[in-house]
């Protein structure tokens, strides 16, 4: 009950969480819009009324105070906890001068300047809120896949009991739960019970619902559309395919890209110089006749100037929003670090099996010598009925079970590196041997086999010791893997690679069908690492079952996620939840778009701030433009670190 109980808490606390920060924007924007009064009263009752400073300074502290005392706040809490140089400190210390520079001897009030410097910084903090608000909600429609209720199937005496709502941590292995039509699959498991179609668009970014029938594997966080299910747990609800997906994006944002890791300590080491160069620029002209209050309001430019907001707040906001835009697409990227790779790959090197093709065997031609291709196909699909290699089930797949046509089968005998033999009742009534298997079965029965043009596995049918025919089987390519290629290659990737331990002739046919690069076939999992040992700035494409330690040796590994498959959520930097190959080129794109935004916002911001600093050494900025360097560039910086969020 303790992981029930931990369940609902995290369920609670995402809830609050927004809710808090709903709360928090309201009050922002009540407290903006009194301000915005309280201070052009204060701007009417200077020009009208003829009051003394000190008078002045009480009617302006009632709008400053309003607006500032969450900053003033947070530069106390920052001195306290020994972390001073912080942009609320910052603003306190500008907007203070600003407030006393009027008491200096044949200095102007500047009191409207202090109350506007603090509510335009406050403007700046409410579109920043805002634009997490709207990163959080990108990621947030995964929350909205996390299940809440699973209804528990008990047992009476070996038969089924009744049902229980139970929440699904709750749920064991092995057990047997109900879903119902709209409601979410709360575990992964397999279906025992009743078919449906499922609606996987939270988990792959696709709105085509997906068909299951009983024997189909269902996987937590898809939505149930119409009939009832049951079905078989295979596992517990935190190893779930909900579970680890949820807590890969939450934890995406801790991996910072190696521009974010820049910024944090390029402001941690740049904000004190800044508060002491503004110090010197207060002090040493007036110790050569400067004047005092001219230089205290260049130098509380300075300050203004000079604050890192834009750069601090709208880079991460950057790549978080990348990150969300992209797991809306069924792509998880697991960290911003990985954008910073994925931009710069110009080599993109794919497994073949499970990747470019579907990994299944499918007949893919039938050509018959002595019967029809109906009756072939029959024969081959009947003789094979008892096996369970995939050849044996792509046969089956491709003759329908029903049409049997009273075919009988008997002395089924299964040859080691040959095939199957059986006797069967033929379709004139006759009993006949039917050898069906690969060149070497043929020789032994005396059957004259000829080749085949088509490349794949050929599987050879004889009756009574007669050729009668072979049959074609392949692995089929992805419809969009040729699509997925000539994308990459319009992205200007210099390479696309086919690794594959499949024969050459294989290889060779898919890798001209895609338009590849080149490939290399015939390798085992330590030729694959020893290939790409030669490679620079390369993405690796794999299922993430086979290939894993070529994933963890790759710049960066991408798997096919396969409605999660575990080994690949785990070996990968990037998971493609809906196994399509075409979006790798828009997982690049998605990379370079947001790394291009946050240098946008780099050289924005800090082109902006040079200009103005410059300005103000000559004495024609005023504290104005400087809000506008800092809060204006930090709102357009936001604005701008939005778009990321635009697929």
Same mark, same amino acid.
């Given at each position: ?441 043929? #020789? ?82 330590? #030729? ?49 939840? #809906? ?50 360097? #800092? ?17």
């Amino acid at each position: 009950m303790a992981h029930s109980h931990e369940h609902h808490c995290e369920s609670c606390s995402h809830e609050h969480e927004h809710h808090h920060e709903e709360h928090s924007l309201k009050k922002q924007l009540w407290l903006i819009g009194i301000t915005v009064v309280l201070l052009i009263g204060a701007v009417l009752v200077e020009k009208n009324l003829s009051l003394s400073t000190w008078q002045l300074l009480l009617v302006y502290l009632i709008p400053y105070l309003i607006i500032g005392h969450e900053t003033l706040g947070e530069a106390w809490e920052g001195i306290r906890e020994g972390d001073a140089f912080n942009e609320h400190f910052l603003m306190s210390i500008a907007t203070i001068g600003a407030l006393c520079i009027g008491f200096l001897p044949g200095a102007e009030t500047e009191f409207p300047e202090a109350v506007f410097v603090m509510l335009f910084f406050q403007i700046g903090e409410l579109f920043e809120g805002y634009a997490e608000g709207k990163s959080r909600e990108s990621i947030a429609h995964l929350m909205d896949i996390r299940p809440d209720v699973a209804h528990l199937e008990g047992e009476k005496e070996g038969r089924r009991g009744g049902v229980e709502d139970v929440t699904p941590d709750e749920v064991a292995v092995g057990s047997v739960i109900v879903i119902r039509p709209g409601e979410k699959v709360p575990l992964d498991g397999v279906v025992i019970e009743g078919s449906s179609a499922l609606n996987t668009v939270a988990l792959t970014g696709e709105s085509l619902p997906r068909d299951v029938n009983v024997d189909d594997e269902v996987i937590s966080g898809c939505v149930n559309l119409s009939g009832v299910l049951r079905v078989r747990t295979t596992k517990a609800f935190g190893e779930s395919t909900v579970s680890k997906i949820i807590s890969l994006v939450e934890n995406a944002g801790e991996r910072k890209s190696q521009s974010e890791t820049f910024i944090t300590r390029f402001a941690r080491i740049y904000t004190p110089i800044v508060v002491f160069l503004a110090l010197a620029l207060a002090i040493i002209p007036t110790l050569f006749g400067g004047s005092f209050a001219t230089w205290l309001y260049r130098a509380l430019m300075f300050l203004v100037v000079s604050c890192p907001c834009a750069l601090v707040i709208s880079v991460p906001l950057t790549f978080f929003g990348g990150i969300g835009g992209a797991s809306r697409k069924g792509i998880l990227i697991k960290g911003a670090n990985f954008m910073d790779v994925l931009a710069k790959v110009d080599t993109v090197v794919f497994d073949k099996t499970g990747t470019l093709t579907h990994g299944q065997f499918a007949v893919e031609a039938v050509h018959p010598d002595t019967c029809d291709e109906h009756q072939l196909l029959h024969l081959a699909a009947h003789v094979e009925h008892f096996s369970t290699h995939p050849i044996g089930a792509a046969l089956r797949d491709a003759f329908p079970d029903e049409a049997t046509d009273g075919c009988l089968v008997s002395d089924v005998e299964e040859i080691a590196g040959h095939g199957i033999r059986a006797r069967v009742k033929m379709f004139n009534g006759q009993c006949s041997m039917v050898n069906v298997g690969n060149t070497k079965m043929m #020789d032994a029965v005396g059957a004259k086999w000829h080749d085949c043009h088509h490349v794949g596995t050929i599987i050879h049918v004889a009756i009574d010791g007669q050729y009668a025919g072979h049959i074609v089987i392949n692995d089929q390519i992805k419809s969009d893997s040729a699509e997925a290629i000539a994308a990459l290659q319009t992205l200007g990737v210099k390479k696309t690679v086919m690794l594959t331990g499949d024969r050459k002739e294989v290889a060779n046919h898919v890798a001209q069908a895609l338009g590849l690069s080149e490939y290399h076939a015939e390798l085992l999992p330590a #030729d694959k690492v020893a290939q790409v040992e030669k490679l620079t700035n390369f993405a690796f494409v794999g299922d993430g079952i086979n290939d894993a330690p070529v994933l963890a040796r790759a710049d960066v590994g991408i798997a096919m996620g396969g409605l999660g498959s575990d080994a690949a959520i785990e070996a990968a930097d990037v998971v493609l939840m #809906d196994d399509k190959p075409s979006k790798i080129a828009l997982a690049i794109r998605i990379a370079r778009r947001t790394l291009a935004i946050a240098r946008q916002n780099v050289w924005f911001a800090i082109g902006v701030k040079v200009a103005v600093l410059i300005l103000a050494s000559f004495g024609l900025a005023t504290l104005w433009l400087a809000v506008f360097a #800092d809060v204006g560039v930090t709102v357009l910086a936001v604005l701008n670190a939005m778009r990321a969020l635009k697929i």
